[in-house]
Every structure is written in structure tokens, then in C-alpha cells.
């Protein structure tokens, strides 16, 4: 016999269904006295509790105590004993059934135990996991903000797993265990808490998230699309180069400020200083006419942005011949229309002193083929990459636009070109790249550059580029081949445009 049958029984009837077999044996074992003592003999020994077992499970007159014997002694002194069995076939067979029975469930149970002790070391696991989930999701409550999604799938996963996983322990426990139940709950609890946070997040952070990513995800396509169209070329042209097909779009107007003079002083120019030799040193210049809108009397420099931002640190000079706002600055000369006459000037800025002036051949003047809105602009100065401009119209012309190069040393024409584009139907105009670009009002709010004229070439023609303005009237508009801005006089005000130039792969 097993020594842990007993302690077996007790468990296996613990276990349920499993301790099925034992339920037919229990039957056999009242009727027969011998086995009862059997068993009797070998309780006694190891469980003081089951003394009396013998006794109390007796059913009828065949159930009889061991303890019933006779001794005697014979005449040589030989103790005799003997015990009375009722039943007169002792059941051997059954036994040994019984035996194999028991060590049979003895190993099932030893099967069921280590299992037992499996399981108890997985609950300690996934008690540990569950801490840490809880753990966390605590996190997540308290911090709406720095969870993600990823967050919540792993835990979703790791919930799902350990549902699966207490289904299998439940299954292998046949009976219920509480410490399993609760860990259900507690599974089903930590499900539907992962859920509900999910639906609570309010700030949809989420849904932003995801927007996100989606957005960087078309940036990331979008740059490598441009990538492949488009391999070395930089995104603008080099400052002061002319390596684009031209202008096509133009951004719209930085207010810089109002003039240092003030808001009845509607007419007038500024700029800044182009010198190939210092693209980037250029001074910045004001030039408000007079209240009567012709004469150029008062300008300033200032060395800085900043400085011109803040009015401070200005240099403030006086003419006594200027006329009109179509004045430019280029290597620290000024140009200008000689007042009431058609001749031009160039100004030493350092000095402020008269260097050179020269007559502009045929070109009309005093209003004669000024620009739309704007008058005493009938000889308009600009600069480019490659130097000195005048644009103009003479009688020869029909109030067409010229176009002369200068040399900028003496003023004298180099080169000139005419053009088929009525001067006083345009409302300002500037050079870039030896192309001139026109200008004309479509209403308050916007002008456009609708013409030009490629010196280079000879060609001219439409254009339909919207640019904004803050007043009503463009007074005067200059070019800056480094910066690649326009600078424009609108009634008073100073405004800055960034220009998009056509990208031209070479
Ligand atoms: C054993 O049974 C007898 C008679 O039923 C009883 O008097 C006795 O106290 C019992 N002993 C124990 C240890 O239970
Ligand atoms: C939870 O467990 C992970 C590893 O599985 C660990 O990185 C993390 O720090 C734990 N969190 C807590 C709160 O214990
Ligand atoms: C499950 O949640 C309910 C309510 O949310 C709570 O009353 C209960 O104590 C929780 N059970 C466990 C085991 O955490
Ligand atoms: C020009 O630029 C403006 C923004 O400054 C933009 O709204 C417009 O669509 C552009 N036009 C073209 C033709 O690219
Ligand atoms: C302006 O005049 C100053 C003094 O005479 C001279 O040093 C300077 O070179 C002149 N600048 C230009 C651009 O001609
Ligand atoms: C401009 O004129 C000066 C003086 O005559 C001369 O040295 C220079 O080469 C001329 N520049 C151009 C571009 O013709
Ligand atoms: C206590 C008890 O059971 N005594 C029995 C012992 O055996 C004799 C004869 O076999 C019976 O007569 C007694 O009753």
C-alpha cells in the first residue's frame, strides 16, 4: 500500500471528475472486514485520527474488529494464537486491483501536482505582469498626454494573452479556484478599463497622432518625388546670379514701415544699395519727394535693417535738383532726374555731391510719358545683375517704353532697346536679369506684373503675376539683385516682396 493514499483521496475528491475512479471503489470496501482490517493496521500506524475507522464503518453482523482473538497456551509452553476471519476466501485478487488502482491515481496525482505547482508559479508570473500593466495603464490615466497608441495595442496584445492564458488555466484546474477567478476579473477589469480610456481620450490625441503621420508621411513622399524630378538644383538662384528662367511668382508684401517723413509724404522711392563688389553691404536709402509729388529734396541712409526699422543711426542729406521717384542707388551713387529738365544726375553718396550729369538723348520729360497714376516719373532708374538701367519714352517712341543701359561711370548710353509697350499705361516697372517687368493697377488691392521685355533676346510679352499692395498707388518699385527683392513706395508706406523665380535646370 501507498502511504499518501488517504491524503490522495482527500485531494482527488478536491479534483472532482478526476477522482471519479475512486467513487466505484468505495463500495468494496465495507463488506469485506479482512481489507478493513488490512487497512485498519496500516492507519494505525501512520494516522492516530483513523484508530477507530474499523470501527465506526461496521455495517451489519459481518463487520468485525481484528481485535477479536483467542490465545492460549498448550502444554509445552507453545503460545498459541488464533484469529477468526469471517469471511473464509480472502479476496487477494481485489487487492492487488486495488493496489495497482492506487498507485495508478497516486501518479495521476503527482501528474496533477507538479501541474498544480506549474500553475502557481504562472499566476505568480502573470500576478507580477498584471502589477506592472496596472502599473501603467496608472500612468496613462494620470498622464493623458504622453501615452500613445502603441501603448495601448502592446497592452490590448498583452491583455488578450493573459486572457487566453487563464482560459487554458481554468481549463486544466477542473474545479474552480478563487485565486483564477479573481485574476479574471481583474483581466476583464484591466479590458474594458484599456477600453474605456481609449473612448475618453478627449484631446484626440489619437486621432493627431495619426494625422500626423499621415502628413509626414506625404512630406517624405513629396520630397522624395522632388528629389527625383529635380537632382541638384537649389531651391533659389544664387544671390545675383541670373541662373532662372525669370520671374513667375512674387510672395506677398512685408509692411517694412511708414517713411521716416510720415504719412503725408505719399510720394517717393527707397532701396538699398547694390554694389556687385559687397553684394551684401548695401545701405539702405529713402527718398520721399516733396508734398507737391515732384520734388526730390530730403533722402537718408541707414547701414542697417534694424537701423532703418527703429529710425536710428540715419543719414539724412539734401539735394536741390531732384525731380521725381524713379531715383536708384547703385555703388554708392544715387541717379537721379535732373529737376525740370531731361538730363541725369549721379549723386556721391558720401559726399552727397553732384559727380557727374549727362543728357538722356530724346528722352520726354515734366510729365510728358510719366507712368499710370504716378507723375514726374518720366525717367525711371534701375538696377540689375549686370548693372545701370533707364527706362524712358521719347516722341520717337510714341510714349513706348525704352530701355538704355548706361554706363554708370559716365552716364552715357551703351545700348537701347524699344519697346511696344505704352509707358503711361504702365504703373511702375523694374529690371531683373536684363529683363524689364511692367506693371499695371487692376484695382486697390493689386497690381500685376503683366509685361515684359528680355533684353537679352528681344522678345516681349504677357504676364499675369498678382502682387498685393497696401495703399492704392505703387510710387516707385526697385530691385535688388542680391536680397532678390523688390522694394516698393505705396503711398508712403515701405514694403518688401521675396520673388519666386522659374527654376531653369542647366
Ligand atoms: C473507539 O471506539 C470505542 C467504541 O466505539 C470508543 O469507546 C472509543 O473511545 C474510541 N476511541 C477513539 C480513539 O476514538
Ligand atoms: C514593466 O515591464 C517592462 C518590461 O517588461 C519594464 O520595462 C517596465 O519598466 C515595467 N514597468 C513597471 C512600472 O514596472
Ligand atoms: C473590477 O472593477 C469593478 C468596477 O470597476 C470593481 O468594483 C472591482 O473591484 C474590480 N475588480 C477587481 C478584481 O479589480
Ligand atoms: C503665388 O504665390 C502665392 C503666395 O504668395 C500663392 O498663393 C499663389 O498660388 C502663387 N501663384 C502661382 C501661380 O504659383
Ligand atoms: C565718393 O567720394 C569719396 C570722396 O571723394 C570717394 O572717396 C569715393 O570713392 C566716392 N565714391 C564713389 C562710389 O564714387
Ligand atoms: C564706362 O566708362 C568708363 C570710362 O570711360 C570705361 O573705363 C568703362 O570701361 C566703361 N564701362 C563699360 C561697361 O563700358
Ligand atoms: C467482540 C466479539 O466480536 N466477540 C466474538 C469473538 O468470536 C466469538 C466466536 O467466534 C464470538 O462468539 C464473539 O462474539
Given at each position: 500500500m501507498q502511504p499518501g493514499f488517504p491524503f490522495l483521496l482527500a485531494l482527488l475528491s ?8 475512486l467513487?466505484?471503489l468505495t463500495?468494496e470496501l465495507s463488506?469485506t472486514s479482512v481489507l478493513q482490517s488490512d487497512f485498519t493496521s496500516s492507519f494505525t500506524s501512520g494516522s492516530k485520527s483513523s484508530s477507530n475507522w474499523s470501527a465506526s464503518s461496521g455495517?451489519?453482523?459481518?463487520t468485525q474488529s481484528f481485535s477479536n482473538f483467542?490465545g ?7 503460545c498459541?494464537c488464533s484469529i477468526t476471519l469471517?469471511?473464509?476466501?480472502f479476496p487477494v485478487?481485489r487487492v492487488e486491483r486495488l493496489e495497482y488502482r492506487a498507485h495508478?491515481l497516486y501518479?495521476?496525482f503527482q ?396
Amino acid at each position: 500500500m501507498q502511504p499518501g493514499f488517504p491524503f490522495l483521496l482527500a485531494l482527488l475528491s478536491l479534483l472532482g471528475s478526476d477522482a471519479g475512479d475512486l467513487v466505484d471503489l468505495t463500495p468494496e470496501l465495507s463488506p469485506t472486514s479482512v481489507l478493513q482490517s488490512d487497512f485498519t493496521s496500516s492507519f494505525t500506524s501512520g494516522s492516530k485520527s483513523s484508530s477507530n475507522w474499523s470501527a465506526s464503518s461496521g455495517s451489519g453482523s459481518r463487520t468485525q474488529s481484528f481485535s477479536n482473538f483467542t490465545g492460549s497456551k498448550d502444554d509445552r509452553g507453545t503460545c498459541q494464537c488464533s484469529i477468526t476471519l469471517p469471511d473464509t476466501t480472502f479476496p487477494v485478487e481485489r487487492v492487488e486491483r486495488l493496489e495497482y488502482r492506487a498507485h495508478i491515481l497516486y501518479e495521476k496525482f503527482q501528474k496533477e501536482l507538479s501541474k498544480v505547482k506549474e500553475y502557481v508559479q504562472l499566476i505568480t508570473i502573470y500576478e507580477k505582469k498584471f502589477v506592472n500593466l496596472t502599473l501603467r495603464v496608472e500612468i496613462m490615466e494620470k498622464d493623458s498626454i504622453s501615452y500613445t497608441e502603441l501603448d495601448f495595442e502592446l497592452i490590448k496584445i498583452e491583455v488578450k494573452e493573459m486572457e487566453k492564458l487563464i482560459i487554458q488555466l481554468k481549463d486544466g484546474f477542473s474545479g474552480s479556484s478563487e485565486i483564477v477567478d479573481q485574476l479574471e476579473v481583474e483581466i476583464r477589469n484591466m479590458t474594458l478599463l484599456v477600453e474605456k480610456l481609449e473612448t475618453l481620450d478627449k484631446t484626440n490625441v489619437l486621432a493627431i497622432r495619426r494625422e500626423i503621420l499621415a502628413l509626414k508621411n506625404k512630406l517624405k513622399e513629396c520630397e522624395a518625388s522632388k528629389s527625383e524630378n529635380i537632382p541638384v538644383a537649389p531651391p533659389v538662384p544664387a544671390p545675383g546670379t541670373c541662373t532662372h528662367g525669370g520671374v513667375v511668382n512674387i510672395s506677398r508684401p512685408f509692411i517694412v514701415q511708414l517713411n521716416w517723413r510720415g504719412f503725408s509724404y505719399k510720394y517717393g522711392a527707397w532701396g538699398r544699395d547694390y554694389s556687385p563688389e559687397n553684394p551684401d553691404k548695401g545701405q539702405y536709402w529713402v527718398a520721399p519727394l516733396n508734398p507737391d509729388g515732384r520734388m526730390l529734396e530730403y533722402y537718408q541712409l541707414h547701414n542697417t535693417m534694424d537701423d532703418l526699422l527703429l529710425y536710428r543711426h540715419a543719414k539724412q542729406s539734401r539735394i536741390t535738383y531732384g525731380q521725381g521717384s524713379g531715383t536708384a542707388v547703385y555703388k554708392n551713387n544715387m541717379y537721379v532726374n535732373w529737376y525740370n529738365t531731361g538730363n541725369i544726375a549721379k549723386i556721391n553718396l558720401t559726399t552727397n555731391t553732384v559727380s557727374v550729369t549727362q543728357n538722356l538723348p530724346y528722352a520726354a520729360y515734366n510729365n510728358r510719358f510719366s507712368y499710370a497714376n504716378v507723375g514726374w516719373q518720366d525717367i525711371d532708374f534701375a538696377v540689375d545683375e549686370s548693372g545701370l538701367w533707364v527706362i524712358y519714352s521719347t516722341e520717337a517712341s510714341t510714349g513706348n517704353m525704352v530701355i538704355s543701359k548706361l554706363n554708370d561711370t559716365t552716364l552715357l548710353v551703351l545700348n537701347t532697346w524699344h519697346t511696344k509697350q505704352y509707358k503711361p499705361s504702365v504703373s511702375n516697372a523694374f529690371m531683373i536679369c536684363g529683363v524689364l517687368y511692367a506693371t499695371r493697377t487692376l484695382n486697390t488691392r493689386t497690381e500685376e506684373i503683366f509685361y515684359y521685355y528680355d533684353t537679352n533676346t528681344g522678345k516681349e510679352g504677357r504676364l499675369d503675376i498678382i502682387m498685393h499692395k497696401m495703399q492704392e498707388t505703387v510710387q516707385s518699385i526697385n530691385y535688388h539683385p542680391f536680397d532678390q527683392k523688390l522694394f516698393v513706395y505705396n503711398d508712403g508706406y515701405l514694403l518688401n516682396y521675396d520673388l519666386i523665380f522659374k527654376q531653369e535646370p542647366h
